[in-house]
């Protein structure tokens, strides 16, 4: 059993075994004896018993211990020099004065040279040149798309300020030790004028350590708000996703492009993609609102590994759904349209039921004779309003309805199915022209950019009159090219020479 003793060294208390006390403090009044000539006697020695806390904490932190033994004196001391250990005083002045160190450097922000908070100076340490350059370079990137002031930013935040001589000392590169500190005060650190702008960030600075503590605290718990709100969308968006609710959902755009057999892993993927950086936002906001207790580096380690899986996964199910996209494929069919001087163009809003979708709505004809079930598309969203209608001039006096059918695949043997599996139509009634308000599939499908496109031909000098709902639904003509009378439900059109025109338009231009 070994007497302790609590100490002050360098404004830190220190638990330490009373043997390893005396030796520290022999070791201590060497140093004080030794630079007792120095103008700079106090600042010497207090630095170097600061230097020596700091080497007794990561002891504590290593170690995991609390009493500081006779061995960690001597490894201390042994890492600090020995008064002894110094060179006559020709030798140390001329080692002094064209001293270069290999001393590993630390990167650092030197405020004692700073223009706006030491960036640029400590990167300039850290990669042993001049300043003025690593400046320039940092111009230039704010020049050439203003990124440098992100990075500037970013840097300024994480890389730590150089406060203590010691910090000084590693971002140049010199040993934190007895010669290392005699020479620091022979060579002392260069406080330059650094201008107003450097002062205005210098008190912006003091008044984030004070005032400014306070807003961060706030923003913080917006933050923490705000991670906590989209956590639990998110988890309600997954939970959706996987059908516990809503099973139609992901038959919807754009949900309806992932493939069945990639829906699970595509789900995973994203929950980790987009969860997990949300988790590490909420504790980081946490963490500066209510402690500066660090998180946890196998807590963060281990997020970090499911973000990059949950990524990867992510990227690879959706690398292999474009690879669906490559190849593209249509077909076209035409049918000839009973001639008439006007036609009526409208939206019948009858929804189309494939096998499957009778089965799965439960829909029993018997129940349904002589009704029709209705649906306004505009208020689903099942694919992209990829329909469209263009009304063209006819070369040779005939009315003709042509419909291209296109989609995309893997291969075009895929693409062309795809296409094969779109069901739309138009029904004629004499001059009545109807046509559904959006494509479907007449099995259960992913999308793939299925598309129709219908052209009518038309002879010179007929009118065309489009329902005003046509534009609700399909890519045509809208009612506010062409309306004129206020309370009609169509818009009317008639075929010149130039091609379709608003009839009032074409009208006017020929009393003209």
């Known amino acids: 059993m070994k007497k302790t003793l609590n100490i002050n060294i360098g404004n830190s208390i220190v638990h330490i075994e009373e043997d390893a006390y005396e030796i520290l403090t022999v070791y ?15 600042e010497i020695v207090t630095d170097i ?5 700091e080497m007794f904490a990561d002891i504590f932190l290593v170690n995991q211990k609390q009493v500081i033994s006779i061995e960690d004196v001597q490894s201390v001391t042994s890492q600090m020099g020995s008064v002894k250990d110094f060179q006559s005083e020709e030798e140390e002045q001329e080692d002094v004065t064209g001293a270069h160190t290999s001393q590993v450097k630390k990167l650092y922000r030197d405020t004692d040279q ?7 100076a400590g990167l300039a340490h850290y990669m042993d040149i001049e300043d003025r350059w690593v400046r320039l370079a940092a111009i230039l990137t704010v020049l050439l798309g203003g990124s440098g002031v992100l990075a500037y930013i970013v840097l300024w935040v994480m890389i730590p300020k150089a406060e203590t001589r010691s910090e000084k000392m590693a971002m140049r590169g010199e040993e934190a030790n007895l010669k290392g500190f005699a020479n620091s005060y022979l060579h002392p650190f260069v406080n330059q004028s650094r201008g107003v702008l450097a002062e205005a960030f210098e008190l912006l600075g003091r008044f984030v350590n004070g005032t400014g503590k306070i807003i961060f605290k706030v923003i913080a718990l917006l933050i923490i708000i705000t991670a906590v709100l989209g956590l639990i969308s998110l988890i309600i968006a997954i939970v959706t996703l996987m059908g516990m609710w809503d099973t139609d959902l992901v038959h919807n755009f754009p949900f309806s492009i992932v493939n069945d ?3 699970g892993m595509v789900t995973l993927g994203a929950l980790l993609t987009a969860g997990i950086p949300l988790l590490a936002l909420l504790l980081f906001a946490v963490r500066v609102a209510f402690t500066s207790r660090p998180i946890n580096r196998t807590f963060s380690f281990v997020l970090l590994i499911f973000w990059i899986t949950g990524l990867g996964i992510t990227i690879y199910h959706v690398a292999k759904i474009f690879s669906e996209f490559k190849e593209s494929a249509e077909f076209s069919q035409s049918t000839e349209v009973k001639p008439y001087s006007t036609y009526n163009l409208i939206i019948d809003r009858t929804r189309f039921f494939s096998k499957e979708d009778s089965t799965m709505y439960n829909i029993d004809p018997g129940k349904y004779m002589g009704r029709k079930i209705l649906t306004d598309r505009e208020d689903t969203f099942d694919m992209p309003r990829n329909v469209s209608l263009s009304i063209v001039k006819s070369d040779n006096e005939r009315v003709i309805m042509s419909q291209n059918y296109s989609s995309r695949g893997k291969t075009f043997e895929d693409a062309l199915r795809n296409a094969q599996n779109i069901q739309y139509s138009f029904v004629q009634q004499d001059s ?10 007449k099995r259960v499908s992913n999308w793939r950019d299925q598309e129709v496109e219908f052209v009518l031909r038309v002879p010179v000098g007929t009118v065309v009159k489009i329902s005003k709902e046509f534009s609700r639904y399909l890519n045509a003509y809208g009612y506010w090219d062409c309306d004129h009378e206020e309370g009609s439900d169509f818009t009317e059109w008639l075929m010149t020479n130039d091609g379709i025109k608003c009839r009032h338009e074409a009208i006017s231009g020929t009393d003209k």
């Open 114 to 120: 700073a223009v706006i908070a030491g960036v640029c």
């Open 49 to 53: 018993e600061n230097r020596i806390a």
């Open 28 to 42: 201590l009044n060497e140093v004080k004896f030794h630079f007792a000539k120095n103008a700079d006697n106090f």
């Open 261 to 263: 057999e990639y829906f």
């Open 432 to 441: 009545l022209l109807t046509f559904n308000p959006a494509l479907q599939l």
